[in-house]
């Protein structure tokens, strides 16, 4: 162990690297990380308080002893030190490795002035959200005739347009969602980061919320919960608007009215599985995982349970165990909420999703094998195809690049600091 | 303080005491077997639908003559059998009726609505295989009577296809799936009747709303 007066390895380049550190209570623990790289963990109180000697000047003989006197025993600091550094919290700004892994910064969301975003995400506002859903609910019961059906995403006259036209409609529905989390955390004065993920097979857009831990964890609701208040408005109009058509009180085209019914039942599904989806961190997942006072709730369950059904090697065990409490012990009965979870997204899969697959499948698959290359379905469906194919192809180097990127922590004795993703 | 950046410097190290003897294990692992085999179970019976679909009309027909449907709008056709077929096969099926209301059609649906252009037979089949009633009228029609059309379409939104048809042999037809209406003359009543009976009456190969001309 170094000698605590050895003040060599504390240099101005180590010094002004603490000074980019943020630094905020989180319960018992406290929340040290890098907004500009995206990385944050949690470290006890005596960490902190070293953390907090050194940047104000303390030599750190001096900054050892305040650690060790709120810990109670004797600290090692330079191994704490040394952790900091394997964690990433003392490289470079802008450090390309840390860009890569939590994704692109979103500059110009940085550039909206926060006070002209907070009537956006205010007690007012999320007034009229909770409202909108309300709305949505009650349409839903009084009026069965609007409630959507798989059939109508082939809300044009070609299946194959339908598709199309929906896959776009709904990336840009996914923007606003996305959008909607940045902005309220820009709010907050809190910068997101924006990257192409996965969940299971499938590629999902995903806002790394991670600057939230240096907020009290009630401000934290309304970033999280932001994608859910864009999701429940859009589909509120859908339904309001689709109301007003057939009431004859709103003269749109027909065409308006079933391109609102393909947006009512792509948000049902959307709504459905981020509800349900807590064993893919949905966002329910980010909300529950902070009501809870957790840290890594997902891993900690996943480890739970495997060590429930099956067994888990040393490097599991050892990570288990530096899971925080409050993680293990939600763990234990968090895997209900997986399965009930689960079993809404099989009831949604077999509504509305096997049967629409199924259908496109239907169409594309007899289209491209009549090899009648001379109709123009042959090459819409063959594009359709590599567009799907396409899309599930790149998967496997998502899930390769994320799980080195997550080999790479655990070397470095990083775990998350906030499920928030 | 630990090298490795942690939240707890308690020593609970119970993830590593576990051991696959221990009691609650046996347990887990009845549950976790059940719990899947429940799960492959309503996934399996769930896609044998999917897996080999019985496109044959022939119980359908069998079906159809064994319930009395004299009191329902319309006349009664013969299901024809409903496979799905490619845009270049759907050109050489025939139909037993202008326009059809069985047999070979798209693989993909329609969504229920008022549309301003013609519809493919390949369609339209497979919206009335779903439940819907198809309201047919040819171009020429008078705008007065089509607006009344749309009307009818809106109150019945989630149950009706309405389009322009210039294949059609009269002026307007209405189709079910295995039924047809046609005639020259509009009336309105006409048309509501057979859309709020037949709507919904059949849902691939289950009758969903059973007929009521042998009630009473």
């Known amino acids: 162990m170094a000698s605590p007066t050895d003040d060599t390895v504390v240099d101005a380049e180590l010094r002004s690297a603490l000074v980019l550190l943020t630094l905020a209570r989180d319960g018992e623990d406290f929340i040290v990380g890098r907004s500009d790289l995206g990385r944050f963990v949690a470290v006890p109180e005596p960490g902190a308080i070293l953390i907090e000697a050194l940047r104000s000047g303390a030599p750190l003989a001096v900054a050892t002893a305040q650690a060790t006197q709120a810990a109670g025993e004797e600290v090692d600091a330079l191994d704490f030190l040394t952790g900091l550094r394997g964690a990433g919290l003392l490289d470079a700004p802008d450090d390309a490795q840390a860009v890569a892994a939590t994704g692109a910064r979103m500059g110009w969301v940085d550039r909206i002035p926060q006070a002209a975003l907070r009537p956006l995400f205010g007690r007012s506002a999320w007034t009229f959200y909770v409202l909108c859903g309300i709305a949505a609910g009650v349409i839903f019961v009084v009026r069965p005739d609007v409630r959507p059906i798989f059939d109508d995403i082939w809300f044009l006259g070609d299946p194959i347009w339908s598709m199309l036209a929906l896959f776009a409609i709904s990336i840009a529905i996914t923007f606003g969602h996305e959008c909607w989390h940045w902005l309220a955390g820009r709010a907050l004065g809190v910068t997101p980061r924006f990257r192409v993920s996965r969940r299971g097979a499938f590629i999902v857009f995903e806002s790394d919320l991670s600057p939230l831990v240096t907020l009290p964890r009630r401000a934290r609701y309304s970033p999280l919960l932001a994608g859910y208040a864009f999701d429940t408005v859009l589909l509120a109009a859908a339904l309001g608007l689709r109301l007003a058509y057939r009431e004859e009180l709103l003269g749109v085209s027909p065409g308006v009215d079933r391109l609102l019914g393909a947006i009512v039942f792509r948000q049902l599904v959307v709504l459905v599985w981020q509800m349900s989806g807590v064993a893919f961190r949905s966002d329910t997942y980010a909300v529950l995982a902070n009501s809870l006072g957790c840290h890594n709730l997902y891993r900690a369950t996943t480890l739970t349970v495997r060590r429930a059904i099956w067994r888990l090697d040393a490097d599991e065990a050892d990570e288990l165990a530096a899971i925080g409490p409050k993680d293990r012990a939600a763990a234990n009965w968090f895997w209900v909420v997986y399965i009930t979870g689960a079993v809404f997204m099989i009831w949604a899969l077999f509504e509305y999703m096997i049967p629409f697959t199924y259908g496109m499948l239907a169409w594309i698959v007899p289209n491209i094998l009549s090899l009648a290359t001379d109709e123009f379905v042959f090459w819409q469906s063959s594009a359709l195809v590599v567009l799907l194919v396409a899309q599930f192809a790149v998967v496997p180097f998502i899930a390769r690049r994320e799980g080195r990127q997550e080999r790479d922590l655990r070397q470095r004795g990083v775990r998350a600091a906030i499920d928030a993703e | ?216």
Not at chain 2, 71 to 76: E, F, H, I, M, Y
Request: overall charge negative; proline content about 6%.
């Open chain 2, 1 to 216: 303080m630990t090298a490795d950046i942690r939240t707890d410097t308690d020593t609970d190290t119970d993830a590593n005491t576990d051991t696959d003897t221990a009691p609650g294990k046996t347990a887990w692992r009845i549950l976790f077997v059940v719990l899947v085999v429940v799960a492959l179970v309503f996934v399996g019976t769930s896609l044998r639908k999917y897996v080999a679909p019985s496109t044959d009309a022939t119980a359908s027909n069998e079906a159809a003559a064994a319930v009395d449907s004299s009191c329902l709008p319309g006349r009664q056709v013969t299901i024809l059998d409903f496979p799905h077929v490619s845009l270049s096969d759907a050109k050489s099926v025939e139909y037993n009726s202008n326009p059809p209301t069985s047999g070979a059609h798209y693989g993909a649906a329609l969504a229920p609505g008022i549309y301003g252009e013609y519809l493919a037979p390949g369609l339209t089949v497979h919206a009335m295989e779903h439940g819907r009633v198809i309201i047919h009228y040819r171009p020429d029609t008078p705008a007065a009577t089509v607006k009344d059309l749309e009307r009818i379409a809106r109150s019945f939104a989630r149950d009706t296809v309405l389009h322009p048809n210039p294949e059609l042999d009269t002026q307007f037809a209405l189709t079910a799936w295995g039924r047809i209406d046609t005639f020259d003359t509009y009336d309105h009543d006409r048309v509501v009747e057979f859309v709020d009976r037949l709507r919904n009456r059949y849902n691939h190969k289950s009758t969903i709303r059973p007929d009521e001309c042998a009630v009473g």
